[in-house]
């Protein structure tokens, strides 16, 4: 009773909260001596704990608790590699500082309530560096549970399989619905009034919003699998171990030849692209295929203005794609028609465009350059499915 009553209580005070906190289920823990989350996002209260407690003090447990589970401070502490029963308590103290910034008042707790200041240290800071520069607070321990740390407690039992019938006791939260929330939450803060909410806590939220992808590093990932999967079925025969390697002993057999893969990237050159991104993406198909020895390369522009095209690939060739107009498809015929086949096309494009129907016979890696401004009147068609789509945040 008290319990529901305190997430009722937490829920009004933040409602941007209000899925996180309903989402976690709670389970009775008696001897724990405190309220726990562990990394399922189970709350553990102890019964005796919890009816010695306001309503209010309850719902800042709440609040506090949920609050380490949005901000991943089990996978931030994996990261950490917390050695032992020290660095773990320092590390709660480190994030609980993170969690004050978030709540312009105190929240009553049942346990001790850590600020920034406690550790000396400024506060708006991210947990990492309350941990690395903060003064550790000799003989004090707070423990919040492995959602705050990520160490499993002994008692503390994995949740039951959720496709196991025969389960009992409440399941936590999975890693995919605990993303989701995460970002339900960042979306409720963005929407909510920018008064009532944190500056810490906004900046959190943008992050969750914002693109995670490092299209840099997704895009040459893509090529290089997509060159080597080319280069694989092309090379097959001497990819396979030799049987009679061993028998010849000394004989030397042929060392592996790197095979060529022709590369055609075609760009999507219409008024709707932005220069500057497409300049920037050019630029960085450019250098990623340079680095993995791909010497032909061919550029395609489907549209008349190759200035910037012309510009970012340092004197390569550029082809111009006459009547093509922003249509990706007719690009990709066209990249098809070239001589060595290209066996990867990288299309660089704000996906106003259509596409071809059928798959080209190549492999396709679509750079899909997000426009701030979208264009009037249209709307972006998606990259079909047998394109590997990267996409490209605008500046
Ligand atoms: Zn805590």
Same mark, same amino acid.
């Given at each position: 009773?008290?319990?529901?009553?305190?997430?009722?209580?937490?829920?009004?005070?933040?409602?941007?909260?209000?899925?996180?906190?309903?989402?976690?289920?709670?389970?009775?823990?008696?001897?724990?001596?405190?309220?726990?989350?562990?990394?399922?996002?189970?709350?553990?209260?102890?019964?005796?704990?919890?009816?010695?407690?306001?309503?209010?003090?309850?719902?800042?447990?709440?609040?506090?608790?949920?609050?380490?589970?949005?901000?991943?401070?089990?996978?931030?502490?994996?990261?950490?590699?917390?050695? @032992? %029963?020290? =660095? *773990?308590?320092?590390?709660?103290? /480190? !994030?609980?500082?993170?969690? #004050? +910034?978030?709540? &312009? $008042?105190?929240?009553?707790?049942?346990?001790?309530?850590?600020?920034?200041?406690?550790?000396?240290?400024?506060?708006?800071?991210?947990?990492?560096?309350?941990?690395?520069?903060?003064?550790?607070?000799?003989?004090?321990?707070?423990?919040?549970?492995?959602?705050?740390?990520?160490?499993?407690?002994?008692?503390?039992?994995?949740?039951?399989?959720?496709?196991?019938?025969?389960?009992?006791?409440?399941?936590?939260?999975?890693? @995919? %619905?605990? =993303? *989701?929330?995460?970002?339900?939450? /960042? !979306?409720?803060?963005?929407? #909510? +009034?920018?008064? &009532? $909410?944190?500056?810490?806590?906004?900046?959190?939220?943008?992050?969750?919003?914002?693109?995670?992808?490092?299209?840099?590093?997704?895009?040459?990932?893509?090529?290089?699998?997509?060159?080597?999967?080319?280069?694989?079925?092309?090379?097959?025969?001497?990819?396979?171990?030799?049987?009679?390697?061993?028998?010849?002993?000394?004989?030397?057999?042929?060392?592996?030849?790197?095979?060529?893969?022709?590369?055609?990237?075609?760009? @999507?050159?219409?008024?709707?692209?932005?220069?500057?991104?497409? !300049?920037?993406?050019?630029?960085?198909?450019?250098?990623?295929?340079?680095?993995?020895?791909?010497?032909?390369?061919?550029?395609?522009?489907?549209?008349?203005?190759?200035?910037?095209?012309?510009?970012?690939?340092?004197?390569?060739?550029?082809?111009?794609?006459?009547?093509?107009?922003?249509?990706?498809?007719?690009?990709?015929?066209?990249?098809?028609?070239?001589?060595?086949?290209?066996?990867?096309?990288?299309?660089?494009?704000?996906?106003?465009?259509?596409?071809?129907?059928?798959?080209?016979?190549?492999?396709?890696?679509?750079?899909?350059?997000?426009?701030?401004?979208?264009?009037?009147?249209?709307?972006?068609?998606?990259?079909?499915?047998?394109?590997?789509?990267?996409?490209?945040?605008?500046?």
């Amino acid at each position: 009773m008290k319990l529901a009553a305190a997430r009722l209580w937490a829920t009004n005070r933040h409602p941007y909260l209000a899925s996180a906190i309903f989402a976690s289920p709670t389970l009775p823990a008696p001897g724990v001596g405190r309220l726990l989350v562990d990394r399922w996002w189970r709350v553990h209260a102890d019964p005796e704990v919890v009816a010695g407690a306001t309503v209010e003090q309850i719902g800042g447990e709440l609040l506090h608790l949920t609050s380490h589970v949005l901000r991943d401070h089990a996978s931030r502490a994996d990261e950490i590699h917390l050695a @032992d %029963q020290d =660095e *773990l308590h320092h590390w709660v103290d /480190a !994030a609980d500082a993170e969690i #004050a +910034d978030d709540f &312009a $008042v105190d929240l009553a707790r049942v346990s001790e309530v850590i600020r920034a200041d406690d550790l000396d240290c400024p506060d708006g800071r991210l947990a990492e560096e309350y941990y690395r520069t903060g003064s550790v607070r000799e003989g004090r321990r707070s423990d919040c549970g492995s959602g705050a740390h990520g160490t499993v407690a002994g008692w503390e039992q994995p949740p039951p399989d959720p496709d196991d019938p025969e389960a009992d006791g409440p399941g936590g939260v999975s890693g @995919d %619905q605990q =993303e *989701l929330i995460r970002r339900n939450v /960042a !979306a409720e803060i963005a929407r #909510a +009034d920018a008064a &009532a $909410v944190a500056a810490g806590l906004r900046r959190w939220a943008e992050q969750q919003l914002a693109p995670t992808i490092d299209w840099r590093a997704e895009l040459a990932a893509s090529v290089r699998r997509e060159i080597s999967a080319v280069a694989g079925a092309v090379d097959y025969s001497y990819r396979r171990p030799s049987r009679r390697a061993g028998s010849l002993g000394a004989v030397v057999l042929p060392a592996m030849q790197r095979p060529t893969v022709e590369v055609a990237v075609v760009c @999507d050159t219409s008024a709707s692209v932005s220069e500057e991104m497409l !300049a920037s993406a050019v630029a960085e198909v450019d250098g990623l295929l340079r680095a993995v020895g791909t010497r032909d390369v061919r550029v395609l522009a489907c549209d008349d203005a190759v200035r910037v095209v012309r510009r970012a690939s340092r004197g390569r060739e550029v082809s111009l794609i006459g009547g093509g107009g922003t249509d990706m498809s007719v690009g990709i015929a066209e990249a098809m028609e070239l001589r060595p086949r290209p066996g990867l096309v990288v299309v660089l494009t704000d996906g106003y465009t259509p596409w071809p129907d059928e798959p080209p016979p190549t492999k396709v890696v679509v750079g899909l350059l997000q426009q701030q401004t979208p264009v009037p009147g249209l709307a972006p068609v998606e990259p079909p499915a047998w394109a590997r789509t990267i996409p490209i945040p605008g500046p």
